[in-house]
Nanobody
Framework: VQLQASGGGSAQPGDSLGLSCTTSGRTFRGYTVGWFRQAPGKEREFVAALKWNGGHTYYADSLRGRFTISKDNAENTVHLRMNNLKSEDTAAYSC???????????????????WGQGTLVTVSS
């Protein structure tokens, strides 16, 4: 499974940005798709995840309400909408996918089998 993340860029505090994660070679059916981010000098951090079958969503507590993860069945794409961006949202954002991820592991990078390259989001005034 090859993943492709796109949509990063520069934004000012308070702006919104959208990221997309697509896959080639197969669909996301049966997979959990997650977004993680890593800021310079910091560990990789869970952002949000979505179970493709059923569409259940999960968020980092600190981001719930500002970030929204969703899917587009027709485009086989997972989106991450980021609103009211803050400087601390600056990071490289990566999408990942894994099969049979249990809920207790959904926030753990090691639970995911496939990773796309990061897309950089920079929030500054």
């Amino acid at each position: 499974v090859q993943l492709q993340a796109s949509g990063g860029g520069s934004a000012q505090p308070g702006d919104s940005l959208g990221l997309s994660c697509t896959t080639s070679g197969r669909t996301f059916r049966g997979y959990t798709v997650g977004w993680f981010r890593q800021a310079p000098g910091k560990e990789r951090e869970f952002v949000a995840a979505l179970k493709w079958n059923g569409g259940h969503t999960y968020y980092a507590d600190s981001l719930r309400g500002r970030f929204t993860i969703s899917k587009d069945n027709a485009e086989n794409t997972v989106h991450l909408r980021m609103n009211n961006l803050k400087s601390e949202d600056t990071a490289a954002y990566s999408c990942a996918a894994g099969g049979r991820i249990i809920l207790s592991s959904i926030r753990l990078p090691r639970a995911y089998d496939y990773w796309g390259q990061g897309t950089l989001v920079t929030v500054s005034s």
